[in-house]
């Protein structure tokens, strides 16, 4: 059965770091694209990072471009997504997600992607 779970959410200062991770069950996750998404309250989700399988390209939103980083770890079948620097409005919920189409690159697109893990909390505040 497929599964995306999510983790690593917390409370965390600004400034501060935290590594959320996005572990599978029932899909080999170097065959796909993995995006991590986020949304707070009150607002669109909207993409925050992906990762392609085909090429191991990664692809950031401008507003975390030099303080998240994606990567992965195709032995755990895990993505990670260290997160730097955090700032207040980084606070929502994380979200990541799969496309099944084998190795097509990632885009930061809802629509793109097939499945969806459940989200963990970030929450960023003094």
């Known amino acids: 059965q497929l599964q995306l779970v999510e983790s690593g959410g917390g409370l965390v200062q600004p400034g501060g770091s935290l590594r959320l991770s996005c572990a599978a069950s029932?899909?080999?996750?170097?065959?796909?694209?993995i995006g991590w998404f986020r949304q707070a309250p009150g607002k669109e989700r909207e993409g925050v990072s992906c990762?392609?399988?085909?090429?191991?390209?990664?692809y950031y939103a401008d507003s975390v471009k030099g303080r998240f980083t994606i990567s992965s770890d195709n032995a755990k079948n895990t993505v990670y997504l260290q997160m730097n620097s955090l700032k207040p409005e980084d606070t929502a919920v994380y979200y990541c997600?799969?496309?099944?189409?084998?190795?097509?690159?990632?885009?930061?697109?809802?629509?793109?992607?097939?499945?969806w893990g459940q989200g963990t909390q970030v929450t960023v505040s003094s």
């Open positions: 997600a799969a496309d099944l189409a084998l190795f097509r690159l990632c885009v930061l697109s809802m629509h793109q992607y097939d499945y």
């Open positions: 990762i392609s399988s085909s090429d191991g390209s990664t």
């Open positions: 029932g899909l080999t996750l170097g065959y796909y694209a």
